[in-house]
């Protein structure tokens, strides 16, 4: 399997993606916003797209769909309950489908509600596994749940599905916000040296050769995986004196969320 993030430079910081089989040069883009950049980078590469996954409805991810597939004839895919959602799905996923690209690559569909409600994820069925994680998760933080999410579902999903994830799993998300998360994780957390590290080696990175968390590293880092930690917990406390003593990991993850949301 061969990854290829492509960093857009747009205002919104998206991420795309391209999977590409190395035996077939088949590939798959994720969420291709830049279609004229996804075109670009498959066409130096000899690659051929042949399906589009968005792992949601949002315009931000679906935006190039329709250049996409007339440049293409790509097959589209998105979760099944986003068919009144997004236009033209010729493919409905459900937690545990596989999409293969060419001969080597499996991806296992994830449904992931809390973001929206019809979000899909995709893991590889890899060496060393890779998540492609939309907005759900993105390094060092959770994605909103603005438009068309739930922060409790967004928490089954973080504490049922990715924290249960190997640790080697490799991060792809679908944005670039990794400095401005640390912040928040270090406002949490100040005591966090691994995000102090972190977050001096990334200010400056440039996104383009951004750097690729894994799960492991997401754990000492991002808050919303950190829901036991006493110093999250006590700075919680500092802003919602009524929490317990010993809150459970769903009532911290929606106070973060919630404090998340105008920080
Ligand atoms: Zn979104
Ligand atoms: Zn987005």
């Known amino acids: 399997m061969i990854v290829d993030q492509v960093w857009t430079a747009n205002a919104y ?14 590939a798959l883009a994720i969420d291709p916003l830049d279609h004229k950049m996804c075109l670009k980078r498959a066409k130096d590469k000899g690659w051929r797209i042949t399906q589009i996954v968005n792992t949601h409805e949002h315009e931000d991810h679906t935006g ?38 060419g001969r080597t690559v499996e991806l ?13 994820c995709l893991l590889s069925h890899t060496d060393t596994p890779a998540l492609f994680c939309g907005d ?3 390094n060092a933080g959770a ?15 973080f504490a049922g599905q990715l924290a249960k994830l190997p640790d080697a799993t490799m991060i792809y998300p679908g944005h670039d916000y990794i400095a401005n998360n640390l912040k928040f994780t ?5 005591d966090n ?21 894994n799960l492991a590293l997401e754990k000492e880092v991002n808050a919303f995986f950190r829901l036991h930690n006493p110093t999250v917990i006590a700075r919680l406390r500092e802003a919602f004196p009524d ?21």
């Not at 910081?13 to 088949?26: K, Q, S, V």
């Open 13 to 26: 910081r998206n991420f795309n993606y391209l999977i590409a089989c190395p035996e077939t040069g088949e």
């Open 64 to 101: 190039g769909n329709k250049a996409m597939i007339a440049a293409t004839g790509a097959k589209l895919l998105a979760h099944a309950n986003a068919k009144d959602r997004i236009a033209g799905i010729d493919r409905g996923l459900d937690a545990g489908d596989v999409v293969k690209v």
């Open 108 to 120: 296992e569909a994830l449904d992931t509600p809390g973001h929206t409600m019809s979000h899909v």
């Open 136 to 138: 759900t998760l993105f």
């Open 143 to 157: 994605g909103n749940c603005h438009h068309g999410g739930h922060p409790a579902e967004l928490y089954e999903t």
């Open 186 to 190: 270090l406002d949490r957390e100040p």
């Open 193 to 213: 040296t691994r995000a102090t590290e972190l977050l001096d080696g990334v200010a400056d990175q440039d996104p383009a050769k951004a750097l690729v968390s």
């Open 243 to 263: 929490l317990p003593d010993t809150p459970d990991a769903k009532t911290v993850f929606l106070k973060l969320r919630e404090l998340r949301n105008s920080w």
